[in-house]
C-alpha cells in the first residue's frame, strides 16, 4: 500500500470506528439489546481475531509457511494458560522467535 | 467512587502496557510514526488497530484493512447503549464520551451503581486509558523504528501473539462452546483461502462465517445480560467487557 493509500485508510478507519462508538450513543437502548445482535457481534469479533492469529502466524504473502512463528506461538499459548499478562506473552512470543531464529531457524 | 477511581488507574496503567507492543508492531508492519499516533489518538480501539496493522502488514488493501477494523470495533457500537444512560451528557461531551466508549470504560462503569461512581468510574478509566495508550504507542514506534528488521527480533511472532491474546479470554464465559467452534472455523476459512485470495480477504470470509453463524444459531438458553465488569479489575485480561483491560 502506497503512503498515501494508507493514511486513507488510517483516516476513513478510524472514521468508520469512530462513526460506530456514537451510534452506540445515540441509539435507543432496546434496539441494540437483542441477544441475537449482541452474541453476533462477540462471535465477529472471535472469528476475526482467531483468523488473525492464523495469518499472522504461518501466512507470508499468499503462500502458508511453518517458520518460529509456530513455536512461538505454542509458548505464547502455555503463557496465556498460566494466565500471564499481555506484554509478557507478546515478549516471551518475540523472543522465542528471535532465540530460534538466532539458531538458524528461518 | 475511590473504589471507581482505583480501579479505572490500575486498568490504565495495565492496558497503557500494551500500547508499545502496538506502537512497535505497527511500525514494523510498514506505518509510519504518523499514521501509527493516527491511529491511537483517532481510532482509539486496541482490537480494530491491530486488526488495522495486521491487514497492512500483510499486504492487503486498504479496503480490506479499512473493513477489518471496523468490524472489530462493532461491539463498541453495543457499549453506547450501556453507558450513555448512565453519563447522561449531551451535546461535546456526548462526542467526548463516544470516543472514549472502549472495553475498559464500559467495563469500570458498568461495575458500579448508576450515579457518580459509574460517572467517574467511565470518565478516569476512558481518559486514562487515551492518555497511557498513546504516550506508550510513541514509546512502542520510537523504540520499533530503531530496532531495524522486525523478524530478526521476532516482532512478526509478536503480532501473532498479540492477536491469541486478545482472543483467549472471549474462548471462556458466555458462549464458550460457540466461540470455540467459530474461532475453529475462522482458522480454517482463513489458511483454506489464503492462497487464493488477495491479503485481508480471509480475514474477512472468516468474520463472514460467525455473522452467518450468529444469527442463525438458535439462541436457546443465552442470556441477555450487559457485559458485567471486572470483579478483579487489575487482572488484565486484554480485549472484552467482562473480562477486563484492552481498549
Redesign the interface.
Known amino acids: 500500500?502506497s503512503?498515501t493509500?494508507?493514511?486513507?485508510?488510517?483516516?476513513?478507519?478510524?472514521a468508520?470506528?469512530?462513526g460506530?462508538?456514537?451510534?452506540?450513543?445515540?441509539?435507543?437502548?432496546h434496539?441494540?439489546?437483542?441477544?441475537?445482535?449482541?452474541?453476533?457481534?462477540?462471535?465477529?469479533?472471535?472469528?476475526?481475531?482467531?483468523?488473525?492469529?492464523?495469518?499472522?502466524?504461518?501466512?507470508q504473502?499468499?503462500?502458508?509457511v511453518a517458520d518460529?512463528?509456530l513455536p512461538?506461538?505454542a509458548v505464547?499459548?502455555v503463557a496465556?494458560a498460566l494466565?500471564a499478562?499481555?506484554?509478557v506473552?507478546?515478549?516471551?512470543?518475540?523472543?522465542?522467535?528471535?532465540?530460534l531464529?538466532a539458531l538458524g531457524m528461518p | 467512587m475511590r473504589a471507581a477511581v482505583r480501579q479505572a488507574v490500575s486498568v490504565s496503567v495495565a492496558t497503557g502496557l500494551y500500547g508499545i507492543s502496538f506502537g512497535a508492531l505497527s511500525v514494523a508492519a510498514g506505518l509510519d510514526l504518523a499514521q501509527t499516533m493516527a491511529l491511537s489518538l483517532l481510532m482509539f480501539s486496541g482490537g480494530s488497530q491491530f486488526a488495522f496493522i495486521g491487514v497492512v502488514g500483510a499486504g492487503g488493501t486498504a479496503g480490506a484493512a479499512v473493513a477489518t477494523a471496523g468490524l472489530l470495533g462493532v461491539r463498541n457500537g453495543l457499549y453506547g447503549p450501556l453507558v450513555a444512560p448512565r453519563l447522561g451528557v449531551h451535546g461535546a461531551r456526548r462526542l467526548l464520551a463516544a470516543q472514549l466508549t472502549i472495553d475498559e470504560s464500559t467495563a469500570v462503569g458498568t461495575a458500579h451503581r448508576p450515579g457518580p461512581a459509574a460517572r467517574a468510574g467511565f470518565w478516569w478509566t476512558g481518559v486514562g486509558v487515551f492518555l497511557l495508550w498513546n504516550l506508550l504507542t510513541l514509546a512502542g514506534a520510537l523504540l520499533g523504528d530503531a530496532l531495524g528488521d522486525p523478524r530478526r527480533y521476532g516482532l512478526d511472532a509478536a503480532a501473532a501473539a498479540a492477536f491469541l491474546a486478545l482472543v483467549w479470554p472471549r474462548f471462556g464465559g458466555r458462549h464458550a462452546v460457540l466461540a470455540r467452534a467459530v474461532g475453529a472455523a475462522a482458522v480454517l476459512v482463513a489458511l483454506a483461502t489464503t492462497p487464493f485470495v488477495p491479503a485481508g480477504v480471509p480475514v474477512l470470509l472468516a468474520a463472514a462465517v460467525a455473522i452467518l453463524v450468529g444469527f442463525l444459531a438458535p439462541s436457546g438458553d443465552e442470556p441477555a445480560s450487559p457485559p458485567t465488569s471486572p470483579s478483579t479489575p487489575p487482572a488484565p485480561a486484554p480485549d472484552g467487557p467482562h473480562e477486563g483491560a484492552a481498549p
Do not use: C, D, N
Not at chain 1, 493514511?7 to 478510524?14: E, P, S
Not at chain 1, 504473502?61 to 502458508?64: I, P, S, T
Open positions: 500500500m503512503p493509500a494508507t493514511w486513507v485508510a488510517v483516516i476513513v478507519g478510524a468508520v470506528v469512530y460506530i462508538k456514537l451510534v452506540g450513543h445515540l441509539v435507543p437502548e434496539w441494540l439489546a437483542q441477544p441475537r445482535v449482541a452474541r453476533t457481534a462477540a462471535l465477529v469479533t472471535v472469528a476475526l481475531l482467531s483468523a488473525l492469529v492464523a495469518v499472522q502466524a504461518v501466512a504473502g499468499q503462500e502458508l518460529a512463528r512461538a506461538l505464547a499459548a496465556l494466565r499478562p499481555f506484554v506473552v507478546v515478549v516471551l512470543a518475540a523472543a522465542t522467535a528471535a532465540g531464529r
